[in-house]
């Protein structure tokens, strides 16, 4: 190209103002600055090598697959299973496909998508660059949903989006090229890129759906309806003619079909390589980590539970509770040693045919061919020496089908999880050589660092692990492959044991991080952090202003917990303290169920980017809190609303249940003194009475109840003076003092309200007489001068209970018990 060429060039591009998508103005020059800045793209997220040029075009690099399949990878590392480095024919194709497949999930339409000959034929280099402006275009709206939703408090967010992290967090995104940028292209790459317009423009119009406006439909919808025709009843339907075609036409509609047929088998066969590209995949995932998790534990073993118990007696441990902590560990140990080795000898063979014999007898059986087999068996057919036929190829449901019997190891491992880890921490404040033993078995070599904390939790996230990769792999298995049955199987019975797995994971990873929290105080804390509901959520500094004191604002580092807040200041560590983590003091703890939290409004430089917490039953100003940017404030304001809500909730829950609690309470009270009630009307001479003993229980009175009975019915073995003694000398008001209990529920009466009960029906609480010890009760009060004139025939033991108080030998006294009584009652 001349000097001119090039000139003319650099003054268009200086002039164009570019943009976004695929419209805009369909020149050539609008077209190459679009494929520059893919390319620029391409160059800053995948780092090719060597990098692509806008004189050279896309076309060329990316007619193999590679470089585009190695894109998809940089931004999402699952979306593309697997990338052939070979030249060969179908495996170029096959990348290609990897990279189309994988444009459609992410999201791309099937209309901005190049087909594979677009790419492996160098047809349409446009088509490539749509669809990469689209793959741009949606980590735009996806970055764009992100920020929108850290910033504004009420947005919709659901419960896959991950506000901690930023999608995409490190890749470039596109952008256009400015005016300002200038790009140089030669008159050759100016006329190729004309000639591919020319059949881009037609195809565009052919297959890319149109708007109404542009199809002349003024209701969009008005072609998907049907129209309405009124037939008339009782009319014979007549079958409608065939259609007439010519020979040309059905030549042309056969070959129709054969092109569509065609296009649908090499796209089944495209998705069935990538759905075996996934199985081989996750199945060497699988694999790695098996081998990692079987280290693992050899490391927890050997370099962790080996020296404690060699060191434990000079640490001055109980060896029962070191062991509590690594119990059954070694059963799961040597399980996972024989699922290592099953999975190594199905995976390391996943896609032979022929696999080595173990029985030489065997493989020389199958090597043999048979009399009739000689004539008819053909190259592809024979066996290689000392090798069989790989009849578990591509299959692993079998192997962990089998291991669901074992899965009730790790459900007693989790079960004693929780009580593992507080033993754990109660022997490290217990004896501080234990620490640093600990630390010093984390330097090994295969501990890599790690505490023994992270090494006790990986059973317990194993068992969600195996279930997550085993319904990927099911996941990826078509229904007429031979591992589809039993790896369907084996991913209920693993699902089932993992949610049960799961809750006590979350539960263990909670108490691990509210111990951690808990280190860091050097003081001790008004309330006992470690208890079994509190959940941990965020921490971090943020300024704090105590609104109830008159302090300044300062900054200070809050923990979140789903009940409560901790709001500490950092101090210096004591001596010897060899840890690296910070120490704190606690200043202050919140309580949120008696709280509530509102953000403060941006019209003064104090309320900017803050929050406050007021005392809800008071409506009184507590805390303030102020973050650095509104992205911060909004996270903290939103994650504290919503644990202020749900304590507040818990708390109308507890009050609830302790509402129902005493009122259950109060009517078996009730339904007791009703009883006593009851029992002392039918007996009134037991209102001239004084119970002379002295219990806390109601049951305790009905054991002496039952014993004055057994004394008063002498046993026909022993008619000695001793007996007859011992029942003259209980108390006669004993046996009818009190009813039978009736109910379990009736047995729970506090001490109080026995003593109560028995001073309204004129027992005396008086120590002088015990069941319990051995000792003569002092002598019955002489009856009052009112009881003297009552009769053995006019007695109220012979008189029905309606009429005992109306009874005219009843004295006086009595009927001011049972007054008091009904009082009582009422």
Known sequence: PTQKTHTQTTIMASAYTATQGGGGTDSVLEVLRREAAAIRWINAVSAPSP????????????????????????????????????KATFLVKENIAFFIYGAEDFGVPPYKTPSIEDVF??????????????????????????????????????????????????????????????????????????????????????????????QGVTDPSSFLKAPVVERKKNVPIT??????????????????????????????????????????RVAKELLETEETYVSDLACLLSDFRSPILENFRSLKLSEDKVRSVFAHLDTIFAYQKVLYGDLCERINHWSDDYIAAKDPVLAASQTEPGPSSCSTSSPKDEIPPGMVRNTKKERVGDVFLAMTAYLKLYTQYVQNFNTASTTLQDLKLQS????????????????????????????????????????????????????YKDLSEAVTKVK?????????????????????????????????????????????????????????????????????????????????????QPKYKCIRTIKLAFTSCHSMPDTHANFLDAFRLNNADLAVPLVRFR????????????????????????????????????????????????????????????????FQGKTSDISNLSLLRKRHQEKRQPSP???????????????????????????????????????????????????????????????????RAAAASTTPEASPRTQPATDIAESASMPSVAMRKHASIRTTLS
Not at 243 to 261: C, G, N
């Open 51 to 86: 990098p692509l040029s806008p004189e050279v075009g896309l076309a060329p690099r990316c007619k193999d697959g590679i470089l585009l399949c190695k894109f998809l990878q940089a931004i999402d590392e699952k979306i593309v299973p697997l990338i052939h480095d070979s």
């Open 121 to 214: 034929l160098e047809k349409d280099f446009i088509t490539v660059v749509e669809c990469l402006e689209e793959i741009g275009g949606l980590m735009h709206k996806k970055r764009a949903h992100w920020q929108h939703a850290r910033t504004n408090v009420d947005a919709q967010v659901s419960s896959e989006d991950h506000l901690d992290t930023e999608p995409f967090s490190g890749i470039p995104l596109l952008y256009a090229l400015s005016s300002n940028e200038t790009v140089e292209f030669s008159a050759e790459r100016m006329e190729e890129c004309q000639r591919v317009l020319k059949k881009h423009r037609f195809r565009r119009d052919q297959y890319r759906p149109r708007s109404a406006s542009q």
């Open 239 to 280: 079958p409608r003619e065939p259609l007439k075609l010519s020979a040309k036409d059905l030549l042309y509609v056969v070959m129709i079909q054969t092109r569509f047929r065609a296009y649908l088998q090499r796209r089944q066969m495209h998705l069935r390589n990538r759905e075996k590209a996934y199985r081989a």
């Open 432 to 483: 501080p050589g234990l620490c640093k033993l600990l630390v010093e078995c984390g330097k090994s070599k295969r501990a890599k660092n790690k505490d023994i904390s992270s090494f006790l939790i990986m059973p317990v996230q194993r068992i969600p692990r195996y279930a997550l990769l085993l319904d990927n792999l099911l996941k990826y298995t078509p229904e007429d492959h031979p591992d």
């Open 496 to 580: 089932d044991v993992a949610n049960y797995v799961n809750e006590k994971a979350k539960e263990a990873e909670n108490i691990q991080k509210v111990l951690n929290v808990r280190s860091q105080f050097q003081n001790q804390l008004d309330v006992k952090l470690a208890e079994a509901h509190r959940r941990y959520l965020m921490e971090g500094d943020l300024m704090v202003l105590d609104e109830t004191k008159r302090s300044k604002e300062e900054r200070r580092h809050v923990w979140l917990f789903n009940d409560l807040i901790l709001i500490g200041k950092e101090v210096r560590p004591k001596r010897g303290d060899d840890s690296k």
């Open 627 to 690: 973050g650095e940017d509104a992205i911060e404030k909004t996270q903290w304001h939103r994650a504290v609303r919503e644990a202020v809500e749900v304590s507040l909730q818990q708390r109308r829950v507890d009050e609830h249940r302790k509402l129902e609690r005493a009122q259950r309470k109060a009517r078996t009270a009730k339904k007791a003194l009703a009883s006593r009630f009851l029992t002392i009307r039918q007996n009134p001479d037991l209102a001239t009475q004084r």
């Open 717 to 783: 073995r022993s008619g000695s003076s001793q007996t007859s003694t011992n029942s003259s000398e209980s108390p006669p008001c004993l046996s009818a003092t009190v009813g039978p209990l009736r109910h379990e529920s009736e047995r729970p009466i506090s001490t109080g309200l026995v003593r109560q009960r028995s001073r309204s029906v004129g027992l005396e609480d008086k120590p002088e007489y015990s069941p319990n010890l051995r000792q003569s009760p002092p002598p019955p009060r002489p009856p």
